[in-house]
Structure formats: C-alpha cells, structure tokens
C-alpha cells in the first residue's frame, strides 16, 4: 500500500509570495488532514476534509490560506500571502472513513522557510 | 489549541536504558495515541490505547493510561539508537465537532546515545 505523497519536499519563498502544497492520500482513505507543525511543537490542524467536504477548517486563517479537494482524492494547500510565521513544516494526513480509532497516517511533509 | 501536554520536553539516555514519556490531557477521550517523529519525516502511529484500558503492550512499547487523572505514559524498554525522535501524544477527543480530529501534544525529544 501506498502511503501519503506530499509535494515539494522544500521550499522557499520571500514574504507576500504565494505558494501551494500538494497532497495524496493513501488510497481508499476519506479524510484528509493539513496540519502545521512549527519548529519544536506538535503538529497543529489547520483543515480537515472527509471526501470533497470540510469537516473542521476552525484554525485555518482563511485571510491568507486556502484548501481544496475538489474530486475527493488529491488536495491542495495554498498560501497567500505568506507571512515570515508561516515557516513550518506541512503535514497531509489521511484516515479511513468511520474510523472510530482515527488512526492517521502521515506523508514527509513540506518544508516551508519564508524569508 | 494543544491539549495534551507531555514530560520532560527532551530526554537523554544511553542505549539499553528505558525510557519514559508522559502526557496529560484536559478533556474526554475515546482513545489516546503515541506518535514517533524521526528528523525530517512525518509522523508515525505507534500504540493506541482506549479510554477503558488502563495498559497496552506493544513489543517494546508499553502505554499507561490513567482517566482519573488525565494522563498517560509511554514506556520504551531497552533502547535502541535507531528509537532517537520525537514521540508525540495524541487525543481523540469524545464531544462534538473535536471528536473527529486528533489533538496533539508538544512532544518529546528523545536522543539515544550508543
């Protein structure tokens, strides 16, 4: 089995620029997590999609970021613009659907540095 | 927010020791999670332990969890270099729009030394 794939594995950006993470879940699996992990801490949500739906965008900063899972598959996360704070490393997680032990599975995430 | 917080922050032993990681949380939860980070990776589910157990074994791996008081520990026997990452606790809260999302906790950093 697959596991998450997460695109780029790097990058960096100057402040006020736009950038887009990509994601793709292990197959079969209905909800998508986006976390953000900053240097030294655990990993923060900041969307959750179960199939195409948003299920708990409560920490998104909708002002700057944006998500999308338009087919239910693949999503995409968007910055813009950046902000130096935003540098931190981006987890997509996956899970199966009606899993009432949420056991999440995690891709290498991006890595982020706004300068 | 970050619900569970865990003890000590960062830990140093040498191999083949044990070693010991605590979480507290603050709310109801279906089940509390172990997490392995390794340097630059995603995270990684170790154990899963559910509000009505009170121990888990997992090879090496042994989870405590007490409701009373909110807490849990992760106890690694034997060391080994390669368990050198950080170990995240993560809860599974019960009541509303939380139950379905993992909260994690701030982690502890665990260093291995041969």
């Known amino acids: 089995e697959a596991g998450v794939a997460q695109s780029p594995r790097y990058k960096i950006i100057e402040k006020r620029q736009s950038v887009a993470f990509w994601c793709n879940p292990i197959s079969g699996h209905a909800t998508l997590y986006w976390y953000q992990q900053i240097l030294g801490q655990g990993p923060k949500l900041l969307i959750q999609f179960q199939n195409n739906g948003v299920v708990d965008d409560s920490q998104l900063p909708k002002d700057r970021f944006s998500a999308e899972r338009l087919k239910g598959v693949d999503s995409t996360l968007k910055i813009q613009p950046a902000k130096l704070e935003d540098s931190a490393v981006y987890l997509c997680?996956?899970?199966?659907?009606?899993?009432?032990?949420?056991?999440?599975?995690f891709g290498a995430g991006t890595r982020l540095s706004v300068l | 927010s970050q619900q569970g917080e865990e003890d000590p922050q960062a830990l140093s032993i040498q191999e083949g020791e044990n070693a010991t990681m605590n979480c507290s949380y603050k709310?109801?939860?279906?089940?509390l999670q172990w997490y392995r980070q390794n340097s630059g990776r995603g995270l990684v589910h170790l154990i899963l332990i559910r509000s009505n157990e009170r121990e888990k074994h997992s090879g090496r791996l042994r989870v405590t969890l007490d409701t009373s008081k909110k807490s849990s520990s992760l106890l690694i026997t034997a060391s080994r270099a390669a368990d050198t990452a950080s170990y995240f606790c993560?809860?599974?809260?019960?009541?509303?729009?939380?139950?379905?999302?993992?909260?994690f906790g701030q982690g502890t950093r665990l260093t291995i030394n041969p």
């Open positions: 709310t109801s939860i279906n089940n």
């Open positions: 997680a996956s899970s199966r659907i009606a899993d009432s032990k949420n056991i999440q599975y």
């Open positions: 993560a809860t599974h809260p019960t009541r509303g729009q939380g139950a379905q999302k993992l909260v």
